[in-house]
């Protein structure tokens, strides 16, 4: 419904909020502004005296001509995420903001949940919860049920989406529902008149632009606000400039990429979606912890922090806290009590356990001062001689959590330098905050150019230890990370990098178990030395095969020898079109040198495996094209390799297609295909995305690196 519009339409700054939080899922990350932007924005408003509006009321304002506040804003926010309780409400409670809230009820967790929903792209409120949203005055409006694109569904389809929303949102929370907003902003003629006819007052779209006094009440337009917005450039939309203003004639560009989508949901049989239907019906709910096995073992419960019950358990052993293995074990639903514990995990790594003892020429676990701590007391007395580089980029909780676990492992100061690759979200003060809790040497260092293997150079330029150590901003180091990554270069002068085992901090969602039934981080509980002496054994794709000596989240590398070999290759890898494979370039151009490389599984860090389906997705695809990427360049850098590589192309091609492989081999009958084609896809665009990558470095011109003396 468009009224008649005003000589001079007003604007009307309607914004569109998605997620308020530190650490989002990949899929929802441009979308999120962190607690402390929110506020910011708050503040903003307040500053320049708007008057903020539910979409409810200002359709009735709309509606029957009345007045608007000299300042108007309205705040809408999409999809029901958990933090918009914890996070959006309370500042807003505190400016006197009423929000607008639209949700989608299939989402929504319960019983009335479809079993083929879409895996939203992160935690959804529940009923309760909004329950509580509506007694603290959040207007509630309809999103859809399962949050398709409406216009790409048959007119049915479209309306029973509509209808059933409203129905459930008004039966379940006891209101009448006024307002709606088209999923992803998509809409139609005919899906405004479904949603017209359905009961509803008004509607919001996207458009990205200032809805007005003259706006269609059916497809009121919103700016969305992203991870990037400026405070000047929100300030430029509350004050009614910057953008259109609405009402406007639909461009072509819209009307063709709705019939792209639509030719798309035909041609699949699926509707156009952002969200993806991933059911976890073989996923088990996994507990992760480390066990002592020199101390009295502990009760595994199935509860544990609240939620679901836990079906299994995945134990880390450690003895005199050094880790000697892993154990997957279900978990009964009395628990797994204190003697069975101990029995399974004899049974699983009594060879283990023995050779720990015989290293340390014991008899007993239970020993005071065992040999192994007396020898880690030596090695952290040698910490100076490290730096730890870490490169991070609007992830402030997890680099906490990451520099806490370093001061506790260390137990000594430990220089650390801490790239901030490309911020939105500076994490100056944060470092410095830290420098002072933790008792470490934090470094900060802003590297303005994106990328992972450029944070990378930039520690490596300044870093000051003789070995310097990478690890990723969302791992936690196990306590003797640090002394057994150091005995590890003790076992020769040619160790010229160290690799460590990477195990799961959680396993709560389906797409983290999938993650390691992919392949995860996992390259077992033996220490391996790769030389020149021990290439024969190691199997028809070495030295070239992805994860064979480790991954970059945990590794090590002598400084010297690390810029002797040029550093990393700012043209692969996280942040570039390569996606990856800068850690795997690294790893072969050390052993291609002739030197030696040490996987070092006690070495562990702990590593938070992104939640949500969409993040996977991205990882098993940037995971193909890096790999792809990483062999394209190995054959540039040495054109010579190209016999070699031509002989081991079926070799791969059957590691890499065969489902009886050992690549494929942990994949259980729950495990998306898509993924698998997802990672394929990868792998073709690769060659192509790293030459891409390579020539863009070189428009670039970026300075040779210059390493510090």
Same mark, same amino acid.
């Given at each position: 419904?468009?009224?008649?519009?005003?000589?001079?339409?007003?604007?009307?700054?309607?914004?569109?909020?998605?997620? @308020?939080?530190?650490?989002?899922?990949?899929?929802?990350?441009?979308?999120?502004?962190?607690?402390?932007?929110?506020?910011?924005?708050?503040?903003?408003?307040?500053?320049?005296?708007?008057?903020?509006?539910?979409?409810?009321?200002?359709?009735?304002?709309?509606?029957?001509?009345?007045?608007?506040?000299?300042?108007?804003?309205?705040?809408?926010?999409?999809?029901?995420?958990?933090?918009?309780? /914890?996070?959006?409400?309370?500042?807003?409670?505190?400016?006197?903001?009423?929000?607008?809230?639209?949700?989608?009820?299939?989402?929504?967790?319960?019983?009335?949940?479809?079993?083929?929903?879409?895996?939203?792209?992160?935690?959804?409120?529940?009923?309760?919860?909004?329950?509580?949203? @509506?007694?603290?005055?959040?207007?509630?409006?309809?999103?859809?049920?399962?949050?398709?694109?409406?216009?790409?569904?048959?007119?049915?389809?479209?309306?029973?989406?509509?209808?059933?929303?409203?129905?459930?949102?008004?039966?379940?929370?006891?209101?009448?529902?006024?307002?709606?907003?088209?999923?992803?902003?998509?809409?139609?003629?005919?899906?405004?008149?479904?949603?017209?006819?359905?009961?509803?007052?008004?509607? =919001?779209?996207?458009?990205?632009?200032?809805?007005? &006094?003259?706006?269609?009440?059916?497809?009121?337009?919103?700016?969305?606000?992203?991870?990037?917005?400026?405070?000047?450039?929100?300030?430029?939309?509350?004050?009614?400039? +910057?953008?259109?203003?609405?009402?406007?004639?639909?461009?072509?560009?819209?009307?063709?990429?709705?019939?792209?989508?639509?030719?798309?949901?035909?041609?699949?049989?699926?509707?156009?979606?952002?969200?993806?239907?991933?059911?976890?019906?073989?996923?088990?709910? &996994?507990?992760?912890?480390? @066990?002592?096995?020199?101390?009295?073992?502990?009760?595994?419960?199935?509860?544990?922090?609240?939620?679901?019950?836990?079906?299994?358990?995945?134990?880390?052993?450690?003895?005199?806290?050094?880790?000697?293995?892993?154990?997957? @074990?279900?978990?009964?639903?009395?628990? %797994?009590?204190?003697?069975?514990?101990?029995?399974?995990?004899?049974?699983?790594?009594?060879?283990?356990?023995?050779?720990? =003892? /015989?290293?340390?020429?014991?008899?007993?676990?239970?020993?005071?001062?065992?040999?192994?701590?007396? #020898?880690? +007391?030596?090695?952290?007395?040698?910490?100076?001689?490290?730096?730890?580089?870490?490169?991070?980029?609007?992830?402030?909780?997890?680099?906490?959590?990451?520099?806490?676990?370093?001061?506790?492992?260390?137990?000594?100061?430990?220089?650390?330098?801490?790239?901030?690759?490309?911020?939105?979200?500076?994490?100056? #003060?944060?470092?410095?905050?830290?420098?002072?809790? *933790?008792?470490?040497?934090?470094?900060?260092?802003?590297?303005?150019?994106?990328?992972?293997?450029?944070?990378?150079?930039?520690?490596?330029?300044?870093?000051?230890?003789?070995?310097?150590?990478?690890?990723?901003?969302?791992?936690?180091?196990?306590?003797?990370?640090?002394?057994?990554?150091?005995?590890?270069?003790?076992?020769?002068?040619?160790?010229?990098?160290?690799?460590?085992?990477?195990?799961?901090?959680?396993? #709560? /969602?389906?797409?983290?178990?999938?993650? #390691?039934?992919?392949?995860?981080?996992?390259?077992?509980?033996?220490?391996?030395?790769?030389?020149?002496?021990?290439?024969?054994?190691?199997?028809?794709?070495?030295?070239?095969?992805?994860?064979?000596?480790?991954?970059?989240?945990?590794?090590?590398?002598?400084?010297?020898? %690390?810029?002797?070999?040029?550093?990393?290759?700012?043209?692969?890898?996280?942040? /570039?079109?390569?996606?990856?494979?800068?850690?795997?370039?690294?790893? %072969?151009?050390?052993?291609?040198?002739?030197? *030696?490389?040490?996987?070092?599984?006690?070495?562990?860090?702990?590593?938070?495996?992104?939640?949500?389906?969409?993040?996977?997705?991205?990882?098993?695809?940037?995971?193909?094209?890096?790999?792809?990427?990483?062999?394209?360049?190995?054959?540039?850098?040495?054109?010579?390799?190209?016999?070699?590589?031509?002989?081991?192309?079926?070799?791969?091609?059957?590691?890499?297609?065969?489902?009886?492989?050992?690549?494929?081999?942990?994949?259980?009958?729950?495990?998306?295909?898509?993924? &698998?084609?997802?990672?394929?896809?990868?792998?073709?665009?690769?060659?192509?995305?790293?030459?891409?990558?390579?020539?863009?470095?070189?428009?670039?011109?970026?300075?040779?690196?210059?390493?510090?003396?």
């Amino acid at each position: 419904m468009r009224r008649p519009p005003a000589v001079d339409p007003t604007p009307i700054p309607i914004l569109l909020y998605h997620a @308020v939080c530190d650490d989002p899922s990949a899929g929802i990350a441009p979308y999120t502004v962190t607690p402390e932007q929110f506020r910011e924005h708050l503040g903003l408003f307040a500053e320049l005296g708007c008057t903020v509006l539910t979409t409810r009321e200002l359709v009735s304002r709309l509606r029957r001509g009345a007045p608007l506040p000299e300042q108007p804003l309205v705040l809408t926010f999409d999809d029901a995420y958990v933090d918009f309780a /914890t996070n959006a409400l309370p500042p807003l409670i505190e400016h006197g903001f009423p929000p607008s809230l639209y949700v989608a009820t299939g989402l929504v967790p319960g019983k009335r949940r479809p079993d083929d929903a879409p895996v939203p792209l992160g935690p959804i409120l529940d009923w309760a919860g909004l329950r509580e949203l @509506v007694a603290a005055g959040v207007e509630i409006g309809g999103h859809s049920h399962t949050h398709p694109h409406l216009d790409t569904l048959p007119a049915a389809a479209a309306r029973q989406e509509i209808e059933l929303c409203k129905q459930l949102l008004e039966d379940e929370l006891q209101l009448e529902l006024e307002t709606f907003a088209y999923p992803n902003g998509y809409t139609s003629r005919s899906i405004r008149r479904a949603v017209r006819d359905a009961g509803f007052a008004g509607a =919001c779209a996207v458009r990205n632009a200032l809805s007005s &006094t003259g706006d269609d009440l059916f497809a009121l337009s919103r700016l969305t606000i992203r991870n990037t917005t400026s405070l000047d450039e929100l300030r430029s939309w509350v004050m009614g400039r +910057g953008v259109r203003v609405a009402p406007f004639r639909e461009q072509a560009r819209t009307r063709a990429w709705r019939g792209a989508r639509r030719f798309r949901a035909a041609v699949t049989r699926r509707p156009g979606s952002d969200l993806v239907t991933a059911p976890a019906r073989g996923f088990e709910r &996994t507990r992760v912890l480390e @066990v002592e096995l020199a101390a009295p073992l502990p009760r595994i419960e199935r509860r544990a922090g609240g939620g679901a019950p836990y079906e299994r358990a995945l134990l880390v052993a450690s003895l005199h806290g050094v880790p000697v293995g892993t154990v997957d @074990v279900d978990l009964p639903p009395e628990g %797994l009590d204190p003697d069975s514990l101990a029995e399974t995990l004899g049974a699983a790594l009594g060879g283990e356990i023995d050779d720990h =003892c /015989t290293r340390d020429g014991i008899a007993s676990l239970a020993v005071e001062d065992p040999p192994c701590r007396l #020898e880690h +007391g030596r090695l952290l007395e040698l910490a100076s001689t490290v730096t730890v580089a870490i490169a991070t980029r609007d992830r402030h909780d997890v680099l906490e959590a990451c520099l806490h676990s370093l001061a506790a492992a260390a137990g000594t100061p430990l220089e650390v330098v801490v790239v901030d690759n490309a911020p939105t979200r500076p994490a100056a #003060e944060l470092v410095a905050r830290l420098g002072s809790e *933790t008792g470490l040497e934090l470094r900060y260092e802003l590297e303005p150019v994106p990328g992972l293997a450029v944070a990378h150079n930039r520690a490596l330029a300044v870093a000051r230890g003789e070995i310097v150590a990478f690890i990723d901003d969302d791992v936690v180091v196990q306590p003797v990370w640090l002394p057994e990554l150091l005995r590890a270069f003790e076992i020769g002068d040619d160790v010229a990098c160290v690799t460590g085992a990477i195990v799961p901090i959680e396993l #709560e /969602t389906a797409p983290q178990g999938w993650l #390691e039934q992919f392949g995860g981080f996992a390259k077992g509980f033996r220490q391996q030395v790769f030389d020149a002496a021990s290439a024969g054994g190691r199997g028809p794709l070495y030295p070239y095969a992805a994860g064979t000596f480790g991954s970059g989240a945990n590794m090590a590398f002598r400084t010297d020898v %690390l810029r002797a070999l040029g550093g990393f290759d700012p043209a692969i890898g996280a942040g /570039t079109p390569a996606r990856g494979g800068d850690d795997l370039a690294a790893f %072969l151009a050390v052993v291609a040198a002739g030197h *030696t490389l040490v996987y070092q599984p006690t070495a562990l860090v702990y590593h938070r495996h992104r939640r949500d389906y969409e993040g996977l997705r991205r990882t098993t695809f940037g995971y193909g094209v890096g790999l792809t990427a990483y062999l394209t360049k190995a054959l540039l850098d040495d054109p010579a390799r190209v016999l070699e590589l031509a002989r081991k192309a079926p070799h791969g091609l059957a590691h890499g297609l065969g489902s009886s492989s050992p690549k494929h081999r942990k994949k259980l009958p729950d495990y998306p295909r898509e993924l &698998t084609r997802r990672e394929r896809y990868g792998m073709v665009v690769g060659p192509a995305a790293y030459l891409w990558s390579r020539s863009r470095r070189r428009r670039l011109a970026l300075p040779p690196q210059g390493w510090a003396e």
